[in-house]
């Protein structure tokens, strides 16, 4: 089963890859750019009219915490099939392979989609998310966080580290991945690392959008973590309200407010077993940790 290796497979996949999802070469190769390698990390699987890639399921290995427990997951991904191809069972018979492929490797299988239909009859099925509302801290500590650059090695490095030392910010769903798919994720979503900002006297990265006087913060990134209210402490004075969309079980000074439904018309899905429904509590896949 041929990977990346050769340069004209690798061409024809990713002409399938523009065709299906825009200019997502050019956001693959800004990723590679800062050190998170698409085709390193993916297993590629393919169908071919004549020499032309049509169709495309790709297999990458997420190491997660899952109540407690570090495990790999398989997450699959990059789902498409070129406009003028589909109709033709490709998606089927390639979901088929990658399953047969996973199950040898990993327990799970994970993936995120708007399309939840395609992947049921395949044994996936969707579980609920949740983001948190926590309590904003009346007082502010004012200008105490910094938006990396993508085009700045200095940020690009602090950030590598950050994320290849981080501490799961959940035992109950966290992410430890040493963080490529943190970046490729990111990239493809913004193409650049503008809504991560570094706390320097916490050693902390925040990935965080602000819409009038609502933060939302997508990821929290730290070798050691910090208090989710000295956190919360730096966003401007006009936020209100802060909802995460990362478990906060395994953080200190987290005021759980409420919670509600995450990620609307989209479907986290797996396929196997997942601890953490197990558990009856709340939990979320990070945006950071989608596929």
Do not use: K
Not at 20 to 29: A, H, K, N, T, Y
Not at 52 to 63: K, L, R, Y
Not at 214 to 239: I, N
Not at 254 to 280: C, F, K, N, Q
Request: charged fraction near 20%; charge should be neutral.
């Amino acid at each position: 089963m041929p990977g990346y290796q050769d340069a004209e497979r690798r061409r024809r996949i990713f002409a399938l890859f523009d065709a299906v999802w825009g200019d997502l070469s050019q956001r693959i190769e800004l990723a590679a750019a800062l050190g998170a390698h698409w085709t390193d990390v993916s297993t590629p699987f393919v169908a071919l009219a004549g020499d032309e890639v049509v169709a495309h399921v790709g297999v990458i290995a997420i190491p997660l915490v899952l109540d407690g427990t570090r495990t790999t997951v398989a997450g699959i991904h990059g789902v498409g099939t070129h406009p003028a191809h589909r109709g033709r069972g490709h998606i089927r018979r390639l979901l088929g392979d990658a399953l047969a492929f996973c199950a040898e490797r990993f327990e799970t299988a994970q993936l995120t989609t708007s399309v939840p239909e395609v992947f049921r009859p395949h044994g996936f099925r969707s579980i609920p998310q949740h983001r948190f509302d926590v309590a904003v801290p009346a007082a502010r500590e004012g200008a105490g966080m910094t938006s990396l650059r993508h085009t700045n090695a200095a940020d690009v490095t602090l950030l590598r580290r950050l994320l290849q030392t981080r501490a799961p910010v959940s035992s109950r769903l966290g992410v430890v991945e040493p963080g490529w798919l943190f970046v490729i994720d990111e990239i493809f979503a913004q193409r650049n690392l503008a809504r991560v900002h570094y706390i320097p006297d916490l050693d902390a990265a925040v990935v965080l959008a602000i819409d009038g006087s609502t933060a939302r913060l997508y990821d929290l990134v730290a070798p050691h973590l910090p208090r989710l209210d000295a956190v919360l402490r730096r966003l401007p004075a006009g936020v209100q309200r802060a909802e995460l969309y990362f478990t906060p079980d395994a953080l200190d000074g987290a005021e759980v407010l409420s919670v509600a439904p995450a990620w609307p018309g989209d479907h986290v899905m797996v396929r196997g077993p997942y601890a953490p429904e197990r558990t009856g509590l709340p939990f979320v896949l990070p945006a950071l940790a989608h596929c």
